[in-house]
């Protein structure tokens, strides 16, 4: 069986298109959605994810602004950026690029974005607010895995699903989504990570089997049951001399010999990584929304003000 190639590239550029429409038909009145970026330190991968970040916000036609932090800023410094961002009306979207240098701090930086401006779904609230199944803003990879499914008709509504890897920012709270009673959910989830037992014996049992434990070749041809769906979040960098960067990007699936074996499959690159991109894209559209229907009533009541 050769895989269905499930092509997140080409799905995010659909979901950009739409988004862009969007994007203008808010400027048209009046507002222009803005994503603030702070940066902290000068690891590689996370200026190069900036870098796409911003690069998308100005295709769809959006604000961003980038404070870059050297590695050395103290939490109070880290802080009085995010404030400044919370108090900014420019800004709509704010995100903080994970990890910081001192992953100490990450959880105080967090706690301090406004949360009606927390566009990465983060925030202790916007994470309380999804476990429930309130409207929030959902974290970016899991609601971009969420649309390749839903855009290439895998139904989740029963099925068994594996998530290996528990990371805050992708495995729970994609198993927790994937287990709600919604149009995305309904699946019964495993959620393995590096202290599961005997890996092997709860990935064979998946009929889509998600791979976002962050090490490469982590998921074999062996661990896959024929006929399943598998999605790949890993983004490992491995060196390779004919690149021009002197690198290349692998997932956490063994790609050659598993495409070989199940129905479908995402590709590293051009699987989830453009979508994450593109849901971050489509809650900055979000916020402003809302933010503009604020503006709009507030406004209202102004009038009604002036008028009594
Ligand atoms: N680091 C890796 N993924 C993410 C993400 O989705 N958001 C942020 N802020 N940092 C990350």
């Known amino acids: 069986m050769t895989a269905k ?18 994007t203008a038909q808010l400027k048209a009145q009046g507002v222009t ?18 870098a796409a970040k911003e690069k998308a916000c100005a295709e769809a036609g959006m604000h961003s602004e980038e404070v870059r932090l050297p590695a ?9 950026v995010v404030q400044r961002f919370n108090l900014d009306p420019r800004v709509h979207g704010i995100l903080v690029q994970l990890p910081l240098p001192d992953t100490a701090m990450e959880q105080a930086v967090i706690a301090m974005i406004d949360p009606a401006k927390d ?30 499914l ?59 089997l998600i791979a976002a434990a962050g ?14 769906v598998v999605i790949d979040v890993g983004v490992n960098r491995v060196p390779d001399a004919t690149a021009k960067a002197g ?5 956490d699936v063994d790609y050659d010999a598993v495409k070989e074996k199940v129905a479908a499959i995402t590709p590293v690159p051009g699987g989830v990584g453009p979508m994450t991109i593109t849901m971050l894209l489509f809650n900055t559209l979000e916020s402003a929304r809302r933010a503009a229907a604020r503006h709009a009533a507030s406004g209202a009541r102004g009038d009604w003000l002036a008028r009594s």
């Open 5 to 22: 190639i499930l092509d997140g590239k080409a799905i995010a550029q659909q979901m950009r298109a739409e988004l862009k429409a969007a």
């Open 33 to 50: 959605p803005g994503l603030a970026v702070l940066l902290v330190g000068d690891n590689p991968a996370s200026r190069s994810y900036v």
């Open 72 to 80: 050395t800023a103290t939490q109070e410094q880290i802080l009085a």
């Open 119 to 148: 566009v990465d779904g983060f925030h202790p609230l916007s994470v309380g607010r999804m476990m429930l199944g309130l409207p929030t803003f959902l974290p970016c990879t899991p609601h971009g895995i969420l649309h390749i």
């Open 150 to 208: 839903k855009r290439s008709g895998i139904r989740t509504d029963g099925a068994q699903v594996v998530v290996v890897g528990r990371s805050n920012i992708v495995g729970r709270p994609l198993a927790n989504l994937l287990s709600q009673k919604s149009e995305f959910g309904n699946a019964t989830v495993t959620l393995c990570h590096t202290r599961t037992r005997d890996l092997a014996k709860h990935t064979l049992q998946a009929d889509i």
């Open 215 to 228: 090490r490469a070749c982590t998921i074999t041809a062996e661990m896959v049951r024929a006929g399943a």
């Open 247 to 251: 690198y290349r990007l692998i997932g």
